[in-house]
């Protein structure tokens, strides 16, 4: 079995490809010129999952281009922390990771609009409000969870690629679950774009044996962050810095890189070569 990867919008899917070919030989009695008849039985392709709907209940506008919106859950819709579910409107799908718990009432995301000609669903996601209605396939995807067998784990984002994290974080405290440590490191371009940057800190401040955070901007000296007084460079090139601090070993410590394809690229540039295990989700701009 192997696993391929189709990336697109504001998540990946995660496609697994199983490689295998069942041929039964069936004995029969000899016919004329035949010893043997050899068939292979016809596969039969499962019916696709019917759509289901839902409906807008909220939605709060961050940015220009970046907004958080909540959905009704479908009933029987089920996903597990850092999973995508598939979207649609007008027949046009693309898969967003779900930023809500799978404990949580109704299903959260947060959106980047990609605009046109590179952006086919965006542009209409972003004209829907409270009350719209779009389809959503009956069943979440997605390899990019939470792998408890590390001790360590580091999540490196960039923007909406922050979004399995809170996910995880949320169905992580909601359970009680112990053992493990967890390090963020949030990268935007500006501070308004860092979006869950309060409830992560509020998370690290309750609970400082689980979470440190470290968010950081790439354009510091730009007017839009006149305000900012935190880390600053783009986060694939502080992660070095806070390995070091942390003390953070190959041999216990999982990294996760989500967000930007560059970012990802360069942070299993960096510590593949070192013996770092790294998971990773890409989100394309164009979608």
């Given at each position: ?120 669903l965006t542009p209409l996601l972003n004209e829907l409000n409270v009350g719209d209605k779009l389809s959503i396939r009956p069943r ?148």
């Open positions: 079995t192997a696993f391929a990867y189709i990336q697109i919008a504001d998540c990946n899917i995660g496609v697994g490809l199983t490689f295998n070919r069942r041929i039964t030989v069936r004995e029969s009695q000899p016919t004329k010129g035949v010893s043997n008849q050899l068939t292979t039985p016809r596969r039969r392709t499962p019916p696709r999952p019917k759509l289901a709907e839902t409906t807008i209940l909220k939605r709060t506008d961050i940015t220009e281009d970046l907004w958080l919106v909540w959905m009704e859950k479908p009933e029987g819709f089920t996903f597990k922390p850092g999973q995508y579910c598939t979207l649609g409107v007008n027949g046009i799908e693309r898969a967003y990771s779900i930023s809500s718990a799978p404990y949580e009432e109704d299903l959260e995301l947060f959106v980047e609009l990609v605009p046109p000609p590179d952006g086919n979440a995807k997605g390899l990019f969870v939470f792998k408890s067998d590390f001790k360590r784990h580091l999540f490196v984002s960039t923007v909406t690629g922050v979004v399995p994290y809170i996910s995880i974080l949320r169905q992580y405290l909601h359970d009680n679950t112990e053992g493990h440590e967890i390090y963020l490191l949030l990268g935007a371009s500006y501070e308004d774009e860092l979006t869950y940057d309060s409830e992560i800190q509020k998370i690290a401040d309750e609970h400082p044996g689980l979470l440190k955070f470290v968010p950081t901007v790439s354009r510091p000296t730009e007017e839009r962050n006149a305000s900012w007084t935190g880390e600053t460079g783009r986060v694939n090139n502080v992660v070095e810095k806070y390995i070091d601090e942390w003390n953070l070993s190959a041999d216990d410590t999982l990294i996760y890189a989500c967000g930007h394809p560059g970012m990802i690229e360069d942070v299993k540039d960096r510590f593949i070569p070192k013996s770092f295990s790294v998971e990773e989700e890409r989100f394309w701009k164009d979608d």
